[in-house]
Every structure is written in structure tokens, then in C-alpha cells.
């Protein structure tokens, strides 16, 4: 168990039982006066490793900026067991000649598992990314059910039959892929790595995850639930560490056959290209600047709620954020001054009290990332009507708090209209026609998500066809479901997650042709009679 001190959960307005149930079951040493704190962060082949000799870094609370947990920087030689490991569970008998209906039932037990320890899940979740429980209860309360998805995806799996021509019968075979590299970001823990967990344990692949060395507490507990669950060792491994070292040789390593990534663009390019030189499958979810194309016939008080949900949840630090507002000009000034009022009514603190609607960023280096890009755009010549700092009363705090921050009278040219920040930022846009505003939102390297606030159902519907976007959401944003693929286009990223598309892409696929027929053949018969050539 991790040791985390008591003092995180505190006793003032807004803690929680459940968050002093938890300090009380993960701290090991606290109650005993130990001064030192084990250091966690290899999984491999079934068993936590020790962690020796090898470098280690801090784990901090978003929230109050205290340490609360300490990992290892996992090098080559820890990558290339980790990958060694996984390689045997794949190719074990145990695991490879599982029947589909006893892996199934393998898989839906894990979702059945994780469900008993959400409660616990969503505080160490909150604890370790700022996350305010209220965004991390309902968030968490999904993970379960991809599990359960994706074994009702591995039980209906069906091959195809090719209605070859002549004596010939033709028929496919998917098998599994292999070894799958899965690197997991800051702001989705537990779900991101959730999502891509639960279809390679259905497809009957194996992995090797390397958390964000911000984020890697709730994917230790995860590894933790499914080992007691009954998965067989070597098919889950975890190597903690930083992106240039362990997420560098995981990416490369020779022995995975699919690289699973979310995280930003450039970190994708970079370790996209080293997975191709070993011609590994891909899954990208990278970086978004989504626009949000809001018409006068929709009510304008809805759109700002819908506004500032899209933006502030997770503090802005979603791909997905509604970064870009693309408003009609006869409602312009409205929706700019609700939506200021809104993200100044925004309660920004701790992210376990019951009152708090807007946590911390992750770290410092992300909350300075954000407060450059105000200044960005003040000097770019925007208004900026609401936030653009740290908020008053947290000044004094150690956490890594900023005001949700609202930006006017934007210009489709200007950095803020163009970068991600990925922080509690927004930018707003008029525009006078649909070709104007269509034109504005495609606009851009980035095509992740988009959205379009309309009552009018033919627009809705020329919009989502002509948006350059995986993701189009209608009177609608954040919006996920299991079923329903996942992904981007251009510089977001290629494959999906999510759905039957993701499952699909942890097999490869044989062809098999049986020839019917007992006649004798020779193509090179003294003869030399037209035969089939192919």
C-alpha cells in the first residue's frame, strides 16, 4: 500500500469519511511515526519489484503541493523485463488458448472488481491529479462498464467467410497483436488507461503501461484490484518514469507490436515515429483546440452553462476542452458577458471539499503554462474579461490553483485562437455567416473534437458532416460512451478508442483459402492448357 500522509485528508469543511477511510488504509507508517516512505513504481510479471538502486522522483498533491507518494524512473533494463514479461504471458498456453467465453468472463469479473474499490478509487484519484471528487466520482462510475463492454465484444466475436470463386472457400482469422506499449496522461488516469486496459485483455493481448509520472497512483491501485482479481501474471506490467528515459525505450523497444498513447501532439509524433520503425500498430489521442460553434436560435443562457462546462471541468486540462467560442454576432456580447459572470461564479479550492467546483492544475509548470498565455493574449491585443490569475484567496496556498479565464474579441490568427493551453482558458470569436464559422473551426492543425449549439436540425447535421473532427457533439459537450469511437483527425492523432473500432484494432487479421476440390493441377503440364492463375 502507499504511504500518504494523514495530514492530506484534514478534518475541516468539506472532508470526507471516505477520505479519512483511506488515509487510514494506504498510510503504513504515518500512524507509527516512520520517517521514510516506500518508493513503488515496478510491476512486472505478477509481482511488485523493489525498487533498489534506481532514480526516483516525488509525487505531489495538486491540491496542497504536499508529497505524497515517491516512484522510480525505470530504465531500459526494467522496460526490456517488463516487455519480456508481458511477451511470455502472450505467448503462454494459459493465456493464448483461453477460450473466448472464459476470457470474457475474465474481463467482466475485473470491471466487477474495480466497481468494489471506486470509492476508494475516486479520493486517491482527487489526491493525486486535483480533480474535485465530485468530477472524479462521476467519471470513475464509467471504468467498470468498458470492462464489461469489451467482453461482450470478445464473446460476439465473429470472423468472416469470403464467398471465394471455383472450388474455394475463403475465411479470416483475427488474432491478437502482441505486446502492447500503453502510455496513460495526467488528467484521465484510471479511465484513460481503463479504456485501452479492457479491450487488450479482451483481444487477448498483453501490456506494459508507463503511467504519467504526475498521475501513476490510481494505475498502481488498478494493477493491485486486478492481480487479487485473478489475472494472470505477466499479462498487466507497470514501469513507472519520465517520458524522455522510460517512456523513450517503451516506446522503441523492439518487442511491442502496438503503441497506445494519449497525451500531447508533439510527445505523439515523437514517439510514434519510434514505435514505426518497428512497425508497431497505433493508437494516438493527441492534442485539440475544439471549437464550439454557437447560433442565436439556441438559448443563450444554456450555451454558457454548456460553455464553461466544456471548459472548466478538470480544471481545462482535457483534449477535448471547449477552447475555442465561435458565436453568432447577434448574440456576441450576451454570451461574452454571461459567460465572464459564469467563470467568475466558478468556487476554485480544495478539491475535496463538497463546495468546491474547480480543483487545481496538475502542477506548477502547467498553472505557469497558463498564466504565459494570458499574457499572451493580453499582449496579442485580447480582452480578457474574466480571470487570468491565481484566485485571491489561494495566493497563500502551495497548490497549483488558477481562475477559470475568459478571453474576448479574438482573432482566428492569434496564438491564443490557435495553441492548446490545456488550463481553465477559453477564447471567444464572433462570426456573422455558417461559411464564416465553418471556415473559422477547420482552421486549425488540431481536429479531436467540435461542437455546435443550434435548435435548427438540418445545420446540426450539414455541420457534423462538415467538420474536421472525430468528435462532433450537438447541444452537447464531454458526452462519452462506451460503444460510441473515440479519436481525431490531422494533428490529433490516428485510430480510435473506445467502441467496436478500438477492439477491432488489437487483432490482425489471416486469410485462409481452402481449395474443395481433389482435381489435379500443374501449371506447367507439357500441355499447357489455360489454368487459373490466381
Known amino acids: 500500500m502507499f504511504w500518504i500522509p494523514l495530514s492530506i ?11 479519512d477511510d483511506l488515509s487510514k488504509q494506504y ?24 525498487a533498489g538502486k534506481r532514480e526516483r522522483f516525488s509525487v505531489v498533491s495538486p491540491g496542497t503541493g504536499d508529497v505524497i507518494a515517491h516512484t522510480v524512473d525505470a530504465d531500459e533494463s526494467d522496460v526490456d523485463a517488463a516487455v519480456a514479461s508481458a511477451r511470455r504471458a502472450f505467448e503462454s498456453a494459459p493465456w493464448r488458448k483461453m477460450s473466448e467465453r472464459s476470457r470474457a468472463k475474465l474481463v467482466y469479473n475485473l470491471g466487477d472488481a474495480l466497481e468494489k474499490h471506486l470509492d476508494e478509487l475516486y479520493e486517491l484519484e482527487t489526491l493525486n ?12 462510475a464509467k471504468a467498470p462498464d468498458l470492462f464489461r463492454y469489451n467482453a461482450g465484444l470478445a464473446l460476439a466475436k465473429r470472423d468472416a467467410v469470403i464467398p471465394a470463386t471455383g472450388n474455394d472457400i475463403g475465411y479470416t482469422l483475427r488474432r491478437p497483436v502482441g505486446v502492447v506499449a500503453n502510455i496513460t496522461p495526467f488528467n484521465h488516469p484510471l479511465l484513460i488507461a481503463a479504456r485501452n486496459l479492457a479491450p487488450t485483455f479482451a483481444s487477448g493481448c498483453t501490456t506494459v503501461v508507463k503511467p504519467s509520472e504526475y498521475t501513476p497512483l490510481t494505475t498502481i491501485r488498478m494493477w493491485e484490484i486486478f492481480n487479487e482479481a485473478g489475472l494472470p501474471p505477466g ?34 509524433r515523437l514517439a510514434g515515429a519510434a514505435a514505426a520503425r518497428n512497425f508497431a500498430h497505433q493508437t494516438l489521442e493527441l492534442g485539440g483546440k475544439a471549437p464550439v460553434v454557437v447560433f442565436d ?80 493574449g493580453l499582449d496579442e491585443g485580447a480582452r480578457l474579461v474574466a480571470g487570468g490569475g491565481v484566485p485571491e484567496h489561494l495566493k497563500r496556498s502551495s497548490g497549483f490553483y488558477v481562475e477559470p479565464t475568459v478571453f474576448a474579441d479574438v482573432t482566428p490568427d492569434m496564438r491564443i ?10 477564447v471567444i470569436m464572433p462570426f456573422d455567416s455558417e461559411e464564416q464559422a465553418l471556415r473559422i473551426a477547420n482552421d486549425s492543425p488540431y481536429g479531436l473534437a467540435a461542437a455546435v449549439r443550434t435548435n435548427n436540425v438540418a445545420r446540426a447535421h450539414r455541420f457534423a458532416e462538415d467538420l474536421e473532427a472525430g468528435i462532433i457533439w450537438i447541444n452537447d459537450h464531454h458526452r462519452v460512451d462506451a460503444a460510441s469511437p473515440w479519436g481525431g483527425v490531422k494533428d490529433s492523432g490516428t485510430g480510435r478508442e473506445f467502441g467496436q473500432e478500438a477492439f477491432d484494432h488489437y487483432f490482425y487479421t489471416k486469410a485462409v483459402m481452402v481449395n474443395k476440390s481433389n482435381e489435379p493441377f500443374d501449371w506447367f503440364e507439357p500441355e499447357m492448357r489455360d489454368l487459373r492463375l490466381n
Not at 452553462?305 to 447577434?330: K, P, W
Not at 492544475?361 to 504565459?372: A, F, N, P
Open 235 to 268: 499479462v498487466f506490467n507497470i514501469v513507472t518514469g519520465l517520458g524522455a528515459s522510460t517512456g523513450r525505450a517503451l516506446t522503441g523497444h523492439p518487442g511491442i507490436n502496438k503503441l497506445v498513447l494519449t497525451g500531447g501532439t508533439e510527445s505523439g
Open 129 to 140: 491529479n486535483g480533480r474535485p471528487t465530485r468530477e472524479t466520482r462521476a467519471q470513475l
Open 297 to 376: 436560435d439556441f438559448d443563450v443562457d444554456q450555451s454558457v452553462n454548456y460553455a464553461a462546462f466544456g471548459t472548466f471541468i478538470g480544471a481545462g486540462q482535457t483534449c477535448i476542452c471547449s477552447s475555442r467560442h465561435l458565436v453568432q454576432r447577434t448574440i456576441y456580447q450576451e454570451f461574452v458577458e454571461k459567460l465572464a459572470a459564469k467563470a467568475k461564479s466558478i468556487r476554485v479550492g480544495d478539491p475535496f471539499a463538497r463546495t468546491t467546483q474547480m480543483g487545481p492544475v496538475v502542477s506548477e509548470r502547467q498553472r505557469q503554462r497558463v498564466l504565459d498565455f494570458v499574457k499572451i
Open 9 to 19: 485528508f484534514r478534518n475541516g469543511e468539506g472532508a470526507s469519511r471516505q477520505g
Open 417 to 426: 485562437a490557435r495553441e492548446e493551453v490545456f488550463g481553465p482558458f477559453t
Open 27 to 50: 498510510s503504513t507508517s504515518a500512524l507509527s511515526g516512520a520517517k521514510s516512505e516506500p518508493v513503488r513504481g515496478l510491476f512486472i510479471d505478477g509481482k511488485e519489484q523493489p
